[in-house]
């Protein structure tokens, strides 16, 4: 899983899976999950990624870790 944030947009990525979008459905104002083939959900896309969830901070908590990256 990947979380990617723009400034520049203020948008936030969440990428869940490396499989490939194929549909994308808005299913509230400024949240678009991204489908695969199999209509799973492999993204979610949130506009105005400020007003909607706490960006200065991240929180994880019991998740098997293989591999942990920060970078800014």
């Given at each position: 899983?990947?979380?990617?944030y723009y400034?520049?947009?203020?948008s936030?990525?969440?990428?869940?899976?490396?499989?490939t979008?194929?549909?994308?459905?808005?299913?509230?104002?400024?949240?678009v999950l991204d489908?695969d083939?199999?209509?799973y959900?492999?993204?979610?896309?949130?506009?105005n990624a400020?007003?909607k969830v706490?960006?200065?901070?991240?929180?994880?908590?019991?998740m098997?870790?293989?591999?942990?990256?920060i970078?800014?």
């Open positions: 899983m990947k979380l990617n400034p520049d947009t203020d936030l990525y969440i990428d869940l899976s490396g499989h979008s194929v549909e994308s459905r808005e299913i509230s104002e400024g949240i489908y083939e199999l209509e959900v492999v993204g979610i896309d949130i506009d400020s007003s706490e960006l200065h901070e991240l929180m994880v908590s019991k098997p870790l293989a591999k942990q990256t970078t800014s």
